[in-house]
């Protein structure tokens, strides 16, 4: 055996490195958390982070020294003023449930590669289930991210519609279509062009000045769309939206979905983790009406990336997504073969996604949900009466969730220029490093757009972004 591969797999060597690498992510962890701790990112250009990553002097360092430097050109999502993406800071203990997955890598396309995560999956789903409000019927499993959950959730749909088998049969010399708000995120808009639908198979729904979907532009534009010749399989609902984090009147389009026999699907990559808030949760009502939900972990529920819940109502129905046979995988399946996850899922090999998700119940119980997206909604309340009571200051709606679109302007300025001073604005921040926050794009406008994510942000961090905000605004004019 050579001795570069008896190196590589040392136990000793393990066993040392993942003592020191935890002491390493522990510190950064309670350096996130100091006040004084004033920096969230350190930015450099791309190429010159390449520049600097290509140099020998970055390239010699090893172990430690490497992962101590590697991190310091991070972005610190643990951090009290990173405000900026819909990205958890990762909960410890499903990190370390990241490792095991790394570790163990059992492939779980099939229940012997992944026997007791597999166990596990089902039973993270029926706990996302039951908080939607399903009832024994229901069924569904891990995927990686919102983009391929939405994607297989529509292709259920679209192989059910009106039991024809598209899968077999392909979908040629058929107007077939979704529908799906304007402020949806642009993933669903990729699916329905991978599943061949092209640009006119997207019927956008008009949404209100909160970023909703409006009911009577539902009802206006599937007329026209039927009249027009299109079939509509599906209707997507978001909760929330990506740019605002908004909800879609779910209910209501749950109602009008069952009424014309379509399947309804909500897209909560963000916000769905409502449903685990006792305080928030009205905000899906009606989410139990969808014939598929996805929620993305990596988002609302503290989990590392990249791992999103797909359920269905009626669990049996994802059966029927992909009804081609991998023989050498998978047996016939006359009767539903839950424990071979990839009869179902887009992937074949996919990570042990269960035991991050499992691992914070199981160690923090359930309620631990509750908490997070019970205080970050609560901080989104408190961001917005900050925002609300500044003057020079104005918001693009009010916030439902943890989102929250602002701009900075002066008196006298029309919008072109507001949204130019916006974009610098938050150019600024970045280069600056204090604060991570991000920018969107709404009504053609540029706004400042602050996703609060870490529980541990205060009202102080908000209002030092106010004040910075107002600081390099006041100086541009
Ligand atoms: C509403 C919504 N749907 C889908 C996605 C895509 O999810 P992912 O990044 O997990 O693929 C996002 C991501 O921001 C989102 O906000």
């Known amino acids: 055996m050579q001795e570069k591969l008896k190196e590589i797999y040392d136990p000793q060597k393990f066993r040392k490195d993942g003592h020191d690498l935890i002491d390493l992510l522990a510190d950064y962890l309670e350096n996130s958390k100091k006040i004084e701790n004033k920096e969230v990112l350190e930015f450099q250009s791309p190429d010159k982070m390449y520049q ?46 990241s490792l095991v997955s790394a570790f163990m890598n059992n ?21 996302f289930a039951k908080a939607i409000g399903y009832d024994n019927a229901a069924g569904g499993f891990l995927t990686s991210g919102g983009t391929l959950a939405n994607l297989t959730a529509l292709l259920t749909a679209r192989n059910l519609y009106k039991e024809k088998n598209i899968w077999e049969e392909g979908s040629r010399n058929r107007k077939l279509a979704l529908m799906v708000s304007d402020q949806a995120h642009y993933c669903v808009d990729r699916a329905a062009r991978i599943m061949g639908l092209g640009k006119e198979g997207v019927i956008h729904i008009k949404t209100n000045d909160q970023f909703q979907a ?62 685990f808030s006792e305080k928030y949760k009205t905000l899906a009502n009606g989410i139990s009406l969808a014939d598929s939900v996805i929620i993305d972990c990596h988002k609302m529920l503290m989990a590392p990336a990249i791992l999103t819940t797909l359920i269905y109502k009626e669990g049996n129905k994802a059966y029927q997504t992909f009804s081609q046979d991998a023989k050498y995988l998978l047996q016939q399946h006359e009767e539903e073969q839950w424990y071979d996850i990839a009869l179902r899922s887009f992937e074949c090999t996919k990570e042990m996604m269960s035991i991050k998700v499992y691992s914070i119940i199981n160690e923090h119980g359930e309620g631990a949900f509750n908490d997070f997206v019970t205080r970050l909604y609560d901080l989104g309340d408190v961001f917005y009466e900050l925002i609300n009571e500044r003057k020079n200051f104005r918001l693009a709606t009010k916030p439902q969730a943890n989102i929250l679109c602002f701009q900075y302007y002066q008196e006298g300025m029309d919008d072109v220029r507001i949204s130019k001073m916006n974009e610098e604005i938050r150019k600024q921040i970045l280069q600056e490093g204090q604060f991570y926050i991000v920018k969107t794009q709404l009504n053609g406008q540029t706004y400042l757009r602050t996703t609060i994510m870490n529980p541990f942000t205060t009202k102080n961090e908000f209002v030092s972004l106010l004040n910075k905000i107002e600081k390099i605004g006041s100086q541009m004019t």
């Not at 779980?108 to 706990?127: H, K, N």
């Not at 039927?226 to 079939?231: I, L, M, V, Y």
């Not at 379509?262 to 769905?272: E, L, P, Q």
Request: glycine share 10%; hydrophobic share 35%; with cysteine.
């Open 52 to 97: 600097k990553w290509n140099q020998e002097k970055f390239q010699s360092l090893k172990g430690m020294e490497f992962y101590k430097a590697m991190i310091d050109d991070c972005t610190n999502v643990h951090h009290r003023q990173c405000i900026g993406h819909q990205i958890s800071p990762p909960a410890p203990t499903s990190a370390l449930a």
């Open 107 to 127: 492939g779980m396309g099939v229940y012997e590669m992944g026997s007791s995560p597999t166990a596990i999956e089902r039973l993270v789903v029926e706990v």
């Open 214 to 275: 409006k009911m009577e532009s539902l009802e206006e534009a599937y007329k026209r769309a039927t009249d027009e010749g299109f079939e509509i399989f599906a209707i997507v609902g978001s909760a929330g939206t990506t740019s605002t984090g908004s909800y879609d009147p779910i209910e209501q389009m749950g109602s009008f979905a069952k009424e014309k026999n379509i399947w309804f699907h909500v897209d909560g990559a963000h916000g769905g983790a409502v449903v």
